[in-house]
């Protein structure tokens, strides 16, 4: 079988610089070294919250497909070049099979996706959509958001393959406002590393277990709060994400803010500024900020458990197996925790709690049953649904109940797709 040609689009993927040039077989850069506040401004915008990483690269980890003919591109960018939208078009078609967009909380009255809807308009390539969901809950009409979100919406709904959305409630929105394909499929990135995700377990430290923690720590708000209300008495660690840049900013050029080696942000610095900010004393050992997902995760399998109210900070600790409860405050968060059952809290439900208590509570035995449970279930449709096209997913068999030789049904349609000449 003819592998898919797949372009990727919408989410970085790293803090690569994207080449220009046309030459084939060629690579893209790597970040600077130097860890100077130009050179932070410019990673920091490869992939302004360093989260979207974990979206980006999700699918093209475990999609079969042709490596060396597939890529990642961001459609916007060709258009802030100049190219216009058929020109998008006619590149796409002759390169590629499919066009997966891989989306966020982009749901939201204060986002305006009209400029990735005039390049979607004129696609003549199949393409599919994952991950898109609500920030927060929205009356039940269309007209809520930005002219241009609705335009992408509907062509969404009207030419996608697969319109995947993170989970029931956004799909029900959807549906309420007449785009009735959306389908709930949870972010893709929990579907990366399954092996590790169905491994994860209680803690085993006790009350002398290291812990990781990410938040919104320059955001003086009682979310922030009662974070570092939890740590009070823990050994833990903070990840920054898209905090770090405000921190670089405060320091200016100190160039010693930040070993882009290791990922050590220098705790002498930057934690007067988040006290500074929040105006309470800072509990966490250490700070951290990873530019790489793959040292990100190895950092996280060195720690016992995850605490945090950044929800993809939360899921690389697990593809790292280990275990995360994740604390949340909007419904974006709230909705991918519920769709998989995952360890959760809200801000509101924190009390006096500290982490260990959290821990107790939240993490047990029990609650990981229900999490595989339904973890294999979400899985079982994903890989279903990708398959009713004839895309497979490059993922052990054992860790979904799909028997395999069903996904090599491949109809008519699919065959016509990827084999061009076929009758």
């Not at 060629?26 to 974990?54: C, F, H, K, Q, Y």
């Not at 092996?195 to 955001?219: D, E, W």
Request: hydrophobic content about 40%; proline content about 4%.
């Amino acid at each position: 079988m003819r592998l898919p040609r797949v372009l990727f689009t919408r989410l970085p993927t790293n803090t690569r610089y994207p080449f220009e040039g046309q030459l084939p077989l060629s690579d893209s850069m790597p970040r600077p070294a130097r860890a100077s506040l130009r050179n932070i401004e410019t990673n920091v915008s490869l992939t302004e919250n360093t989260g979207n990483m974990l979206i980006g690269e999700s699918l093209s980890r475990i999609l079969e497909l042709n490596r060396p003919r597939s890529c990642h591109l961001n459609l916007t960018r060709l258009l802030a070049l100049g190219w216009s939208a058929e020109r998008i078009r006619d590149e796409i078609h002759k390169h590629f099979d499919l066009v997966v967009f891989l989306m966020a909380n982009a749901i939201r009255k204060d986002f305006d996706l009209g400029n990735l809807a005039d390049a979607v308009s004129a696609l003549e390539t199949d393409f599919m959509v994952f991950g898109i969901g609500m920030q927060d809950s929205l009356p039940p009409t269309l007209s809520t958001l930005p002219e241009g979100s609705q335009r992408l919406l509907r062509m969404f709904d009207q030419k996608a393959l697969i319109f995947g959305v993170r989970g029931k409630e956004t799909e029900n929105w959807l549906h309420q406002v007449g785009l009735n394909r959306a389908k709930a499929l949870g972010c893709p990135c929990l579907y990366v590393y399954p092996q590790n995700l169905l491994a994860v377990s209680p803690p085993s430290g006790g009350s002398n277990a290291m812990a990781i923690a990410s938040g919104h720590l320059t955001n003086p708000s009682i979310r922030s709060q009662k974070l570092i209300s939890l740590f009070r008495d823990a050994d833990s660690h903070y990840i920054m994400q898209d905090e770090f840049l405000t921190i670089a900013r405060t320091c200016k050029d100190d160039e010693r803010l930040y070993n882009d080696a290791t990922g050590r942000v220098r705790t002498e610095l930057c934690r007067p500024i988040f006290e500074r900010i929040l105006g309470s004393r800072i509990p966490f050992k250490n700070f951290w900020y990873f530019q790489n997902l793959d040292a990100w995760r190895v950092f996280c399998a060195q720690a016992d458990f995850y605490l945090g109210d950044r929800f993809h900070g939360g899921i690389v600790a697990m593809q790292a197996g280990i275990p995360s409860i994740f604390i949340w405050n909007d419904q974006r968060a709230r909705e991918l925790t519920d769709f998989f059952a995952l360890p959760n809290i809200s801000v509101a439900d924190i009390g006096d709690a500290k982490a260990h208590d959290l821990v107790d509570s939240l993490l047990t035995k029990q609650a990981f049953t229900e999490f595989r449970d339904t973890y294999r279930q979400r899985l079982d449709v994903f890989v279903r649904t990708l398959g009713e096209h004839g895309i497979r997913l490059d993922i052990d068999s054992q860790y979904y109940t799909s028997k395999r030789e069903d996904m090599r049904q491949i109809v008519y349609k699919t065959y016509r797709k990827f084999f061009r000449g076929f009758n």
